[in-house]
């Protein structure tokens, strides 16, 4: 231990010391602020651990002193970062108070100072973006563009940097009207200064556009984006912004459907998470656990999910000291991880809780039309009509709850039409729910209608072949299998939705539970013994393959950054063999169909 560490040192006697004297009188503030940035902040700590959080909030509305110690690393960032949060309960208007300081020295005719304000408001949007606080980062950016755009050309680098900032908590907000228009800005600005740009700014806007359009759907583009900060990495960065290429790039190699490439680049994400200072790698860390159970989620490992999205939680619940954003958003994706993993067993109450926790606090924080809300309703409503169907429910009493179920996804619907347009996943996700809904309130017409529209749009932006559309044909397959006796539809929609999933997951995969039992009602009903007998042998070959399955493994060799992009470049090669595997397999199952229909001619 550092003997400036230590309770006794000198040097902590004399920060008690000055510490004591400030606080009995509020002075001195200049002189402080001519301290080393590390040792106002040690101060600061005194306060913090002896309570006194007026003389915190007081000094946190200062532009100069927050100046000071936002410049502070590693283990004093996070002390900082847990502060700030304490002072917010305390007083929750000192980030106004601060906005207010600051705009007002911005729009002084002070041009020397006009620098400083310019890093400084960079400095603390970047802050209160770490904190979950979107809405007060793009607050404190606006003013800064304000200041940068005063300066004109004369400072590309810093504007690119308030681009990308302004992009991402825009991007994080749901405020997609503004963020195309970021979105325009950057790239024109990239286009110019892109050669000459500093690395580590060049990675980050190249992170910031792949989550972007990640989150709007657009998969080609958001791994286009990821795999230009992919080819940095070899290029000495720091830990941290090597886990934050990974694990941009690993998402935006789930959107293409390239599970051996996603997961290979999380597993080494959290791999360098453990070469991190343990407190100040703690957002990052639950960032990169939220991003493995959102890969586990996608890739079949329902079960694993959950527990890494409980791991992500109690990291974020330790740290987090308010509501935020982050911490509603972490309780949704666990609540739909609980909902996907718990439906065959139709104990729906963890999920649940879940959703109306990240509901609580969604509201506190946001209008309730605003899409992130509408976000966790939605989950919240395929929850909520799955318990109304298994429960002993009265009719009326059914019917009740799924009319709300119906509000809720209708909202929801509108919404996404409003911030993504018609064309587009998000839009057919819901046309999807509420065609599922209609089909439980034996409203069966308009559930084909819903689910036909799912289907045709989830083909346009995905392409036929792409796992969204194989769950929406499917859906439809079990409303004309169940409910509308359309079983010639139903048997053909079956037989799409078992090529596309054999196509990128393999035989093993949980879905085809569905669809193998779907056609041995199918047959029964069509009166067809040989074809019922030939899937139910399928579904016991499913069944046996299912319990054989490995469990997942999350622990894999620390890389260097040169081998993980030399590994990343097999595993593209690996991913087409197993592709080309898997459609053997398709192609093996329609010589199989062919050879059955021609016996039962």
């Avoid at 439906?343 to 109450?349: H, K, L, Q």
């Avoid at 439980?440 to 995905?462: C, G, N, P, T, W």
């Avoid at 991913?575 to 010589?591: A, D, G, I, K, T």
Wanted: charged share 25%.
């Amino acid at each position: 231990m550092s003997p400036h560490c230590r309770p006794g040192s000198l040097y902590n006697q004399a920060i008690r010391a000055v510490a004591k004297e400030y606080a009995l009188e509020y002075r001195c503030r200049r002189e402080l602020l001519i301290l080393p940035n590390h040792v106002l902040l040690d101060i600061y700590k005194y306060y913090y651990h002896n309570s006194h959080l007026c003389l915190l909030s007081k000094e946190f509305s200062c532009i100069h002193a927050i100046d000071k110690v936002l410049q502070t690393k590693g283990e004093r960032k996070s002390f900082l970062l847990l502060c700030y949060q304490e002072v917010l309960i305390h007083d929750i208007k000192v980030t106004e108070t601060l906005y207010k300081t600051f705009s007002e020295s911005a729009f002084l005719d002070n041009e020397p100072a006009d620098i400083d304000l310019i890093r400084l408001g960079l400095g603390i949007s970047g802050f209160l973006k770490e904190l979950g606080l979107f809405a007060s980062s793009l607050k404190f950016l606006e003013v800064t563009e304000h200041l940068l755009k005063k300066k004109k050309a004369k400072l590309s680098v810093p504007m690119l940097e308030c681009y990308y900032l302004r992009l991402y908590s825009e991007s994080q907000y749901c405020e997609f009207t503004s963020a195309a228009k970021t979105c325009k800005k950057l790239l024109k600005l990239l286009e110019t200064i892109e050669m000459t740009c500093p690395i580590s700014s060049l990675i980050s806007t190249f992170l910031v556009l792949s989550n972007y359009c990640y989150i709007l759907s657009y998969f080609d583009e958001s791994y286009n984006w990821a795999l230009k900060a992919f080819e940095l990495l070899p290029l000495g960065l720091t830990n941290r912004t090597s886990i934050e290429i990974l694990r941009q790039t690993s998402k935006a190699c789930i959107g293409k459907r390239k599970y051996l490439q996603a997961g290979f680049l999380i597993r080494q994400a959290i791999n360098l998470c453990e070469l991190l200072e343990t407190s100040y790698a703690c957002p990052l860390v639950s960032d990169v656990l939220m991003d493995y159970g959102h890969f586990l989620l996608n890739s079949d490992y329902v079960k694993e999910s959950v527990a890494a999205y409980e791991k992500a939680l109690a990291r974020r619940r330790s740290y987090f000291r308010i509501d935020n954003i982050l911490l509603a958003l972490t309780h949704e994706d666990l609540a739909y991880s609980l909902y996907v993993s718990e439906y065959n067993s139709g104990d729906f109450a963890l999920a649940k809780t879940h959703a109306d926790n990240s509901i609580q606090i969604m509201k506190k924080l946001l209008p309730i039309n605003h899409l992130l809300v509408a976000s966790v309703q939605r989950v919240k409503a395929l929850i909520l009509e799955e318990i109304a169907l298994n429960m002993n429910y009265s009719e009326i009493k059914t019917d009740h709850s799924l009319n709300i179920v119906e509000e809720i996804h209708s909202t929801a619907l509108k919404l996404s039409q409003s911030s993504f347009g018609e064309k587009n996943l998000q839009t057919a996700k819901h046309y999807g729910n509420l065609g599922r809904l209609y089909q439980s309130m034996k409203r069966y017409d308009e559930a084909e209608k819903m689910h036909l529209k799912s289907i045709q749009i989830k083909e346009d932006v995905l392409g036929p072949d792409d796992y969204e559309v194989g769950l929406s044909v499917g859906h439809l397959a079990s409303l004309y299998n169940y409910h509308m006796k359309k079983y010639t539809e139903a048997e053909q929609l079956y037989f799409r939705s078992i090529e596309i999933n054999m196509k990128l997951f393999g035989p093993a995969y949980s879905g085809l539970e569905y669809d193998y039992r779907g056609l041995i009602n199918v047959y029964c009903k069509l009166s067809e013994p040989s074809k019922c007998l030939f899937y139910s042998l399928k579904y016991q070959d499913w069944k046996t393959l299912r319990d054989n399955i490995k469990p997942v493994d999350d622990k894999e060799p620390l890389l260097t950054t040169q081998e993980i992009v030399a590994k990343f470049s097999v595993f593209e090669q690996e991913q087409q063999e197993l592709y080309e595997e898997r459609m053997l397999l398709v192609e093996e199952f329609r010589q199989q169909r062919e050879d059955l229909k021609a016996k039962c001619i």
